[in-house]
């Protein structure tokens, strides 16, 4: 069939044509009125207009400057689309907002702050640019830019999902607790969260009518408040062994998908729920003796935190102390037993002093890696200036 062979044909495809030209023409014409572009948009324009005028008798031609128009604009999105992602963030119009919350938080004493998602933050230069908090403020955020490389990240979306009117959930297979801000403000607690940054009408109300967060201050169009967690507790819940899966056996199940063996974070993952009462904490073996603590209360002094080094002074030494800081094996306490992965994603040490120090060190295979890779490359820059000399 050739709808062009019929007049209410050609009517309608003027019609089309005429609102998909001009739809065209509304949304992209912003994208090129900035400077150093505006030098195409009017040319463009007139081009456009004229072959419209021109063409407008041919429902054909028409079609086909249309056609043509499509992809002219969607090319020339690509300069707005550049000048967006690298004129920098303090060149966005409204950038005075992110700068006036910057400067209020950084009244604050040091914590790690946990902030509400949004597609609309993209007038800020991305939805994701809370991230910089860290380069800005002298506080730590819970989403941020390498948080990936870590368990914590499934456990942070989750709890983020009860504390955001619109949240991404980006990580799928994951039980989310959407519009449950309660829970979402115990998790807050349970994640050692020090700030709540809401954006949301909708979310401060809720933040606001909440008795465990207490109101700080409000920075168009943020609200900030303060969350009443911990950074070391005494784990005194019921404790749920897992045996660790040996290092061999545990890449292999990776790399070939083998499920026979258990995977802590699917344990960690059902505990969640149940933090107040169980803990999973990784062993070497299932005999292996360790017990909760019996005390309810400790008192943590001198606390501080780093990105090498983590130091405090406990009241309850020979104890097992929780320290909510995402578990790696390259962390060694001074002088005690541990670190040992507890759920969520933590680490459990037993200090037999009042003085605890962890240190974050680099293994016998990362030290031979290093001096392997750096002998290669004096190796390699070795032999090119000989064979230039012989050339």
């Known amino acids: 069939m050739n709808i062009f062979r019929?007049?209410?044909?050609?009517?309608?495809?003027?019609?089309?044509?005429?609102?998909?030209?001009?739809s065209y023409l509304l949304t992209f014409v912003d994208k090129w009125n900035i400077s150093g572009y505006k030098i195409f948009l009017y040319p463009l324009i007139s081009v456009l207009t004229f072959g419209f005028v021109y063409f407008f008798s041919s429902s054909v031609n028409l079609?086909?400057?249309?056609?043509?128009?499509?992809?002219?604009?969607?090319?020339?999105?690509?300069?707005?689309?550049?000048?967006?992602?690298?004129?920098?963030?303090?060149?966005k119009d409204q950038w005075g907002d992110i700068e006036n919350l910057y400067s209020s938080l950084n009244t604050l004493s040091p914590g790690r702050i946990m902030w509400e998602p949004n597609s609309d933050l993209n007038k800020y230069g991305t939805p994701m640019v809370l991230m910089t908090i860290p380069l800005y403020t002298h506080h730590s955020s819970m989403e941020g830019l390498?948080?990936?490389?870590?368990?914590?990240?499934?456990?942070?979306?989750?709890?983020?999902?009860?504390?955001?009117?619109?949240?991404?959930?980006?990580?799928?297979?994951?039980?989310?607790?959407?519009?449950?801000?309660?829970?979402?403000?115990?998790?807050?607690?349970?994640?050692?969260?020090?700030?709540?940054?809401?954006?949301?009408?909708?979310?401060?109300?809720?933040?606001?009518?909440?008795?465990?967060?207490?109101?700080?201050?409000?920075?168009?169009?943020?609200?900030?408040?303060?969350?009443?967690?911990?950074?070391?507790?005494?784990?005194?819940?019921?404790?749920?062994?897992?045996?660790?899966?040996?290092?061999?056996?545990?890449?292999?199940s990776s790399l070939f998908r083998n499920t026979e063996y258990d995977n802590f974070f699917a344990e960690a993952y059902e505990n969640f729920d149940e933090l107040k009462t169980q803990r999973i904490i990784e062993l070497p073996s299932v005999n292996f003796n360790i017990v909760s603590s019996n005390e309810d209360v400790v008192n943590i002094s001198n606390f501080n935190m780093t990105s090498n080094?983590?130091?405090?002074?406990?009241?309850?030494?020979?104890?097992?102390?929780m320290i909510k800081t995402s578990y790696f094996p390259n962390w060694e306490i001074e002088?005690?037993?541990?670190?040992?992965?507890?759920?969520?994603?933590?680490?459990?040490?037993?200090?037999?002093?009042?003085?605890?120090?962890?240190?974050?060190?680099?293994?016998?295979?990362?030290?031979?890696?290093?001096?392997t890779a750096l002998a290669s490359l004096l190796l390699y820059v070795s032999l090119s200036k000989k064979r230039k000399a012989v050339e």
């Open 63 to 91: 079609f086909k400057l249309t056609f043509t128009a499509s992809i002219i604009f969607t090319v020339s999105f690509l300069p707005y689309w550049v000048s967006w992602n690298f004129n920098g963030y303090e060149n």
């Open 146 to 252: 390498y948080f990936d490389s870590s368990i914590t990240t499934p456990f942070h979306f989750i709890a983020v999902s009860g504390l955001a009117e619109r949240p991404s959930n980006p990580v799928g297979g994951l039980r989310y607790i959407n519009n449950n801000f309660e829970k979402g403000q115990e998790y807050l607690e349970d994640l050692g969260v020090d700030y709540f940054v809401s954006y949301t009408d909708s979310i401060t109300t809720k933040a606001i009518e909440n008795d465990k967060l207490e109101f700080l201050f409000t920075s168009e169009p943020f609200t900030v408040f303060s969350v009443e967690s911990e950074k070391v507790e005494l784990v005194n819940q019921e404790l749920v062994a897992f045996e660790k899966v040996p290092f061999i056996d545990r890449t292999l």
């Open 335 to 371: 002088n005690g037993d541990g670190p040992y992965r507890i759920s969520p994603s933590f680490m459990a040490v037993i200090p037999n002093s009042a003085n605890v120090e962890l240190t974050f060190v680099r293994t016998g295979i990362e030290t031979y890696s290093f001096y």
């Open 309 to 321: 080094s983590i130091s405090f002074i406990t009241d309850r030494p020979n104890e097992l102390h």
């Open 6 to 22: 019929y007049e209410q044909g050609e009517i309608i495809l003027k019609i089309l044509s005429t609102i998909i030209l001009f």
